[in-house]
Structures are given as C-alpha cells and as structure tokens.
C-alpha cells in the first residue's frame, strides 16, 4: 500500500535560516508521481512541485529545491535562507498506479519562521 | 478572483441539522474533489467528480452527500452529523483525472459540529 511519512511535525526556525523537510514514501509501483503543496494560514493548499519516478534530477526554484533520491524512497524540501512568509504547513503526496487518482498525502510538517 | 472559492469559511452546526458547503471553480477545470482535513489525520479525499460524474467515493458515511450539477459546482450536503465530523473540508480542481494533475485548492469550510 502507498504511505507518505513527514516524520517532522513542526520546525522553528530564524529568519535567514535554511530548513529542509523529509519526506519519505513507499509504493509498490515503478510509475508515481510526488508533489509538494504549501497551506499557508488563509487554508487553501498551493501546489509547489511535481516529480514523476522516472525523473530524478532535483529541482531549484528561487529559494525552493528538491532532492529526489529513489534509492532512499525520500523527496527531501529545502527553503534556502527562510522568510516569515514561509510559515505554513508544508505537505508531501504521492500518486501511484494502484492508488488510481487518490492523492496520499503525508501528515504535514508545519514550519515557523521568526523574524 | 481566486480560482477555487469555497463557502461558507466557517459553519456550526448541530447534529440535527442539514447545511450545505459550496464549491465553485472558475477555472475550466473538468475534475473536482472534496477533502477533509482533520487534527489527528492525514488529509483524505473523500469523493472525485469528473465531468460531473462521481467517480470516487472514499468510504464516506451516508451522512455526507455530494452533488455536481456541473463541472464548475461541487456541494457537500451534511445532515445528522457527529462530533467528530468536525474539521476543515477542502475543495479542488483539476484539468481532468489524468495520473499527473496537480489539484488547485479553495480555502475550505472550517466546520464545527456541537
């Protein structure tokens, strides 16, 4: 069956400082796809990323990268040089053949930044 | 305009009554979901629409009862619930129920039942 673990509840940190959330998965299948959603304060979850199973180049945007590592069955978040603006709860999903189109998400890692 | 609008954002009610939450999209998508979202579990989807078809159903009690009268509405109808349905229940969209879709989400209905 597929799981997601985001073993991290809640991290604190300082403004400027770099953080980066674990997130591990397991599936059966070759063919997946992970993303990563953010849950700011206001509650909608915003799309971050999507990585299929095939693709394993870790991913730079600004401030945001991804680590990709299937030999670990982990897709690891950094925020680089963090902001207050990037408080929120982050979430790890995966997306697998036998799960159809179930979303499994993990537990959430809630991240504080303070100034 | 926001792409998903959900409401209302809060709603207590009581377990005798009927409420109805409300989801419209504005971005042509052609699937749309409800999730809940609670304190102690992961987030579950509870039922898909696509094209107005209801093609997933999560195990959800008959207490909730969804309803797509086109791609662009999605209502959850909600009557005779319990405590512990108490939670934030999301609403998203997608282009269609293809494997890779990334979901947009609304902002959800923070539901209180007493």
């Known amino acids: 069956a597929q799981k997601v673990t985001q073993a991290q509840t809640e991290i604190s940190v300082v403004e400027k400082e770099d953080v980066t959330l674990d997130c591990v998965y397991e599936t059966r299948d070759t063919t997946y796809y992970l993303f990563w959603y953010k849950q700011p304060p206001s509650g909608e979850l915003v799309f971050l990323i999507r990585r299929n199973s095939f693709d394993e180049q870790n991913e730079i945007s600004g401030r945001y990268s991804w680590n990709f590592q299937k030999s670990t069955s982990s897709f690891n978040f950094t925020i680089t040089a963090s902001q207050v603006v990037d408080s929120a709860v982050y979430f790890c999903a995966l997306k697998d053949m036998a799960a159809g189109n179930k979303l499994t998400f993990g537990g959430g890692t809630r991240v504080l930044v303070k100034p | 305009e926001t792409g998903v609008t959900q409401t209302p954002r809060h709603l207590v009610m009581g377990m005798t009554n009927k409420k109805s939450l409300k989801c419209e999209q504005h971005l042509g998508h052609n699937a749309m979901y409800w999730y809940k979202q609670s304190a102690k579990k992961p987030l579950e989807l509870m039922f898909v629409y696509n094209f107005k078809e209801q093609t997933e159903n999560n195990s959800v009690p008959s207490r909730f009862s969804p309803e797509c009268p086109n791609s662009s509405h999605l209502f959850l109808h909600l009557h005779t619930l319990q405590p512990e349905d108490s939670a934030l229940y999301l609403c998203?969209?997608?282009?269609?129920?293809?494997?890779?879709?990334?979901?947009?989400f609304g902002s959800g209905t923070q539901l209180s039942v007493l």
């Open positions: 998203a969209s997608s282009l269609g129920e293809n494997f890779d879709e990334k979901l947009f």
